[in-house]
Structures are given as structure tokens and as C-alpha cells.
């Protein structure tokens, strides 16, 4: 299993539904979080492992209606 966060810049005023498309239409989202700063939402994820990353955010997130911007923070290790 791999867990990814993905942050996520936003068209103006439509950060609330990106968020809602995330979580209507990707399984794999575990979390999702509004932000502020350079990013509208934090968004994460947990992958099987033959999933390509880059695929996924490219063809699942980055097409999203209103998806402006991405950033990809991949992990290795949580501790507990």
C-alpha cells in the first residue's frame, strides 16, 4: 500500500466542488482537507501498490473540473 497526499490549487471560488469530486468519484481518497496559502485542498490517498503515482494523479485528480494546480508529496514510512 502507498499512501500519497496531493495538494491541490483550485479555480477561483470552486475549491468546495473539487473537494466534493473527489470524494464522489475516487475510491482511493482517504482524507480530504480545505487549506489555506498557496493551496486550496489536501487530499490523500492510499494506492495498491502496482498503481502508478504519476498515472493516477495525471488521469484521476488533474482532470477534475475546476483542478487549476497540483503538487505530489509521496511517502515512505508512518510512525506511530
Known amino acids: ?3 500519497i497526499f496531493v495538494m491541490v ?8 466542488d473539487v473537494a466534493d469530486a473527489v470524494v464522489q468519484t475516487i475510491e482511493q481518497v482517504s482524507e480530504v482537507y480545505s487549506t489555506s496559502g498557496q493551496y486550496d485542498l489536501l487530499l490523500k ?27 505530489t508529496l509521496i511517502t515512505f514510512k508512518a510512525f506511530t
Do not use: N, S
Open 45 to 71: 490517498f492510499h494506492l495498491d501498490d502496482e498503481i502508478d503515482i504519476g498515472r493516477f494523479v495525471t488521469t484521476q485528480v488533474q482532470t477534475l473540473p475546476g483542478v487549476k494546480d497540483t503538487f
Open 9 to 16: 490549487k483550485c479555480e477561483l471560488g470552486h475549491a468546495y
Open 1 to 3: 500500500m502507498q499512501t
